[in-house]
């Protein structure tokens, strides 16, 4: 069975980093592509990040470029998202994907989030 | 433009169709995923690529594209059908990947 387990979410202050982790289990991690989407309180999804098997390929939505940075270690079967530079309209809930057959072409399993409250 | 866009509320009498749609010029070019979610759950996947389900979804849930538009058809919707749709694609060109606004799906 298919398991994301996100974790590292709370509340921060505006300006200020967090690091997401999202431990992955029921397939081989080293094989998937991953991705984090997001989805503010009331509001629609919103991917935000996503990278290759290797690694070695990152990409952003223009709303977080430069300020976050998505990785992963294929030996602890584990993504990550460090998230630096908060404001409040990074408020939401995160969460960790499975990219189907190539990055990018769906998201075949989600995990249940991590909440990340902005706010002074 | 890159959005894609969609009805933010489509209501379908029990056991009825019913068709969701997601509309914008990057369909032209890639085809549309479609998740469900309900309150205070992850979404789910019910339909990726052309038309092809994921194990596990009922065979009620077909798709279809026309021109700019796909849509989401759910023949003889079922009360546990009531839930939020997304379609989702990417942008021709560059790596970067949308999501519609989402139609809220009451089943009356």
């Known amino acids: 069975e298919v398991q994301l387990l996100e974790s590292g979410g709370g509340l921060v202050q505006p300006g200020g980093s967090l690091r997401l982790s999202c431990a992955a289990s029921?397939?081989?991690?080293?094989?998937?592509?991953m991705s984090w989407v997001r989805q503010a309180p009331g509001k629609g999804l919103e991917w935000v990040s996503g990278i290759s098997v290797t690694g070695d390929g990152t990409y952003y939505a223009a709303s977080v470029k430069g300020r976050f940075t998505i990785s992963r270690d294929n030996d602890m079967d584990t993504l990550y998202l460090q998230m630096n530079g908060l404001g409040v309209d990074d408020t939401a809930l995160y969460y960790c994907?499975?990219?189907?057959?190539?990055?990018?072409?769906?998201?075949?399993?989600w995990g249940q989030g991590a909440l990340v409250t902005v706010s002074s | 433009s890159s959005e894609l866009t969609q009805d933010p509320v489509v209501s379908v009498a029990l056991g009825q169709t019913v068709r969701i749609t997601c509309q914008g010029d990057i369909l032209r070019s890639f085809y549309a995923n479609w998740y469900q979610q309900k309150p205070k759950q992850a979404p789910v996947l019910v339909l990726y690529?052309?038309?092809n389900r994921p194990s596990g979804i009922p065979d009620r849930f077909s798709g279809s594209y026309s021109g700019n538009t796909a849509s989401l058809t759910i023949t003889g919707a079922q009360a546990e059908d009531e839930a939020d749709y997304y379609c989702?694609?990417?942008?021709?060109?560059?790596?970067?990947?949308?999501f519609g606004g989402g139609t809220k799906l009451t089943v009356l």
């Open positions: 994907a499975k990219d189907g057959y190539n990055l990018g072409d769906f998201f075949d399993y």
């Open positions: 989702n694609s990417r942008v021709p060109g560059v790596y970067l990947l949308v």
């Open positions: 029921g397939f081989t991690f080293r094989a998937s592509a």
């Open positions: 690529g052309k038309n």
